[in-house]
């Protein structure tokens, strides 16, 4: 492992031990989130994981971008087991995804029922009581083309307009929405990994969910030659950042992979090259099941591997 990697297992060790109080450390250890529609369903599992073994009690910050923020909610809520589960017995429904919308003439991605749906089913109120780590949805502002972490909610309905902002694809979703006097699309625009995000809010360690294996990418075809015009009308330095999003993304990724990504000292879980992974608007359960119970074994393997089984 390498030695700034062990440095977030070191502070876990240090603070599950009983003694944060005692050592009164000045680390700010955050929970990062990667999206990706569908796909947010592995990070949403290594989360639950990461829960169950009693290792998000020693979090300070969550930050989730897309369906990370998502799941980033149902972390500080506390919610994050049964949130996981859900993407398969819940949210994959025509309902919800699928091209038939588009023939009702509605966007393909049904972003503010997922949203509402979440925080009715999964208590996501509970992410603003006192004692909840620190929540932000990292979002993508139109006008300026820059990531913004979303935080700091003045109620439920702000926390989840901010879910609903920072999970805003681009046409599959619908036109831009406006919070906070802003003009928002999907986080991972800029920042699908939002590392960047948790340095400007003060982290200083991280644990990081990745919902791609290692060594991958997103990929660029024709419909995302469609999406980057539609953007560089909106805005064109928007679409230039799509065009180069799989780069950016491979290098982020490596730097968080090696233990250090943005100032933050990083420890980074990420799905096996061979399991199966969802698309961005799955609806296969089967997949979907399959999937999950990989992202269990996975995620379970890496924290034996870094000693935190």
């Keep these: 492992m390498d030695a700034l990697q062990s440095g977030v297992v070191e502070l876990l060790r240090s603070r599950l031990g009983g003694d944060r ?52 909610t ?45 925080a009715e089913l999964f208590e996501w109120s509970l992410a603003l009581r006192d004692g909840a780590p620190r929540l932000a949805a990292v979002a993508t502002d139109v006008v300026t083309a820059k990531a913004v972490p979303l935080t700091d909610f003045a109620d439920a309905t702000d926390l989840a307009e ?56 997103p990929v ?29 993304y491979r290098s982020a990724v490596a730097e968080m992979r090696s233990g250090s990504c943005a100032g933050v000292h990083t420890l980074t879980l990420a799905p096996d090259a061979a399991a199966p992974i969802p698309g961005r608007t799955e609806t296969d359960v089967d997949l979907l099941r399959a999937a999950r119970q990989a992202a269990v074994d996975t995620a379970t393997r890496m924290l034996g591997d870094a000693g935190l089984a």
Excluded: C
């Design 162 to 217: 901010s879910v609903i902002a920072s999970s805003q694809l681009p046409l599959a979703g619908g036109l831009p929405v406006t919070v906070r006097g802003r003009r928002w699309l999907d986080g991972g625009l800029v920042e699908p990994v939002p590392v960047a995000s948790a340095a400007a809010l003060g982290a200083t360690h991280a644990i990081v969910l990745a919902t791609r294996p290692f060594g991958t990418a």
């Design 220 to 248: 660029y075809g024709p419909a995302d030659r469609v999406i980057e015009r539609y953007l560089r009308r909106v805005n064109p330095e928007l679409g230039e950042l799509y065009r180069t999003r799989p780069a950016r």
């Design 21 to 72: 109080g005692k050592t009164g450390d000045e680390a700010t250890l955050a929970l990062v989130i990667e999206g990706g529609g569908m796909r947010g369903m592995l990070s949403a599992t290594m989360a639950a994981v990461l829960a169950d073994r009693g290792l998000l009690d020693a979090v300070d910050l969550v930050v989730g971008t897309s369906a990370g923020a998502a799941n980033a």
């Design 74 to 118: 149902a972390v500080a809520a506390g919610t994050i087991g049964a949130f996981s589960e859900s993407y398969a017995s819940v949210f994959a429904s025509p309902e919800y995804i699928g091209a038939g919308r588009m023939l009702r003439r509605k966007s393909m991605v049904d972003t503010r029922g997922i949203t509402a749906r979440s």
